[in-house]
């Protein structure tokens, strides 16, 4: 098993930053079962929606409307990943859920760990 705590989610006005961070922890062997890390985040009457990821090899994938705005990173040592969240606008207003994904077992499964989610508010 491995759990995640977010921390940094908050109240910003436009154009305005922040930075939300992402601790695991648990077994040696569950956390280095992970492959992809990643934050999605989903608003009231929405879907959840993937905003960025990356990857075993530090290959980052973001969604369209955040790119060129948020930056997604990791500290291998501290089992810890960060988003970035800069220019920030309105419609970013949502729950934001850390996602570790692990890697796909020979059946082609894997398996997602969640967050518990931290509200990010940005007023116009």
């Known amino acids: 098993q491995v759990q995640l705590v977010e921390s940094g989610g908050g109240l910003v006005q436009a154009g305005g930053s922040l930075i939300l961070s992402c601790a695991a922890s648990g077994s040696i062997i569950s956390l280095n079962s992970i492959g992809t890390r990643g934050w999605y985040r989903q608003a009231p009457g929405k879907e959840r929606e993937l905003v960025a990821a990356i990857g075993m090899t530090g290959s980052t994938n973001y969604a369209d409307s955040v790119k060129g705005r948020f930056t997604i990173s990791r500290d291998n040592a501290e089992n810890t990943v960060y988003l970035q969240m800069n220019s920030l606008k309105p419609e970013d207003t949502s729950v934001y859920y850390c996602?570790?994904?692990?890697?796909?077992?020979?059946?082609?499964?894997?398996?997602?760990?969640w967050g518990q989610g931290t509200q990010v508010t940005v007023s116009s």
């Open positions: 996602n570790h994904r692990t890697r796909r077992d020979p059946f082609g499964r894997y398996y997602d760990y």
